[in-house]
């Protein structure tokens, strides 16, 4: 009240009786409005794991785990390109006014960028997968600026508050941006354009998400109809299109 936050996280959530969550969402409403936001934390969660808190209506949203688990293990190529489209496209499935919130890292984990073995290439292609995800994608500390964040304590450790910019978060201000102001990047189902090899493409009506998570260049099948253009990262649409190694790129059109 004193404040004016917009919303709460709510630690360790499964192990508060739901009784408590109950009162506690009562009076978050009377007190801090309707529109005061509760996100759940459910370790491991995903769409299975929010069906009773959201049946009960105690959150607004709980972290979706696996989208972190299986960004992880398509960067990593231990699942392949398929795999990985089926999760993505499938991932969000909650009720009306409910939402599951990605994420790459956090407190109690290695970051993600640890796990990928200081690979920022391959971060920059996650943040381009989170900001193309439905739900509210949830960012890390320091994370837009490649703190490392190793095994505990290391994941635990402070900001660095000297950093001040870096490419990632140059390259995560103009995907936010787009997300912001392009419906079409955050919303609707998902359509797997090819999901060929290390190349992901995934469109949302007037979006089409790129992915390269090989080490050559990738040439895209044909483009559906209209006329697209590159909004974010690196895509050649010439008369063979491409893209390169582990680069991503956003395209925004009229579509068909």
């Keep these: 009240e004193r404040t004016g936050i917009d919303g709460f996280r709510l630690d360790t959530f499964k192990h508060v009786e739901p009784d408590f969550w109950a009162a ?8 801090l409005g309707d529109d005061f936001f509760l996100l759940g934390e459910i370790w491991d969660g995903d769409k299975y794991a929010a069906r009773t808190p959201f049946a009960d209506d105690t959150v607004d949203a709980i972290f979706d785990f696996s989208f ?12 392949n390109t398929a795999r990985y489209a089926r999760q993505f496209s499938g991932r969000h499935d909650a009720p009306a006014g409910h939402t599951l919130a990605p994420f790459l890292s956090n407190h109690d984990m290695p970051t993600l960028l640890a796990m990928l ?3 920022t290439d391959k971060l920059r292609l996650a943040f381009a997968l989170l900001m193309f995800a439905e739900g509210p994608p949830v960012i890390a500390w320091g994370e837009e600026l490649g703190r490392q964040g190793g095994p505990w304590p290391d994941n635990r450790e402070d900001m ?6 870096s490419p990632i978060a140059s390259d995560l201000r103009t995907l936010i941006a787009l997300r912001h102001a392009e419906p079409s990047m955050r919303m609707g189902s998902v359509e797997t354009l090819s999901d060929a090899g290390d190349l992901l493409m995934l469109r949302r009506d007037n979006a ?4 390269n998570r090989g080490t050559t260049d990738a040439t895209l099948p044909t483009l559906p109809d209209g006329s697209w ?6 895509a050649s649409l010439g008369a063979e299109p491409t893209i390169p190694p582990l680069g991503y790129a956003i395209l925004l059109g009229s579509g068909g």
């Design 24 to 31: 506690h969402r009562a009076e978050t409403r009377r007190r």
């Design 208 to 211: 089409i998400l790129i992915v």
């Design 68 to 79: 972190r688990t299986n960004t992880l293990n398509f960067l990593l190529s231990i699942n």
């Design 229 to 234: 253009t590159v909004a974010a990262g690196r």
């Design 160 to 165: 660095d508050w000297t950093a001040t910019d």
């Design 117 to 119: 073995r200081g690979d």
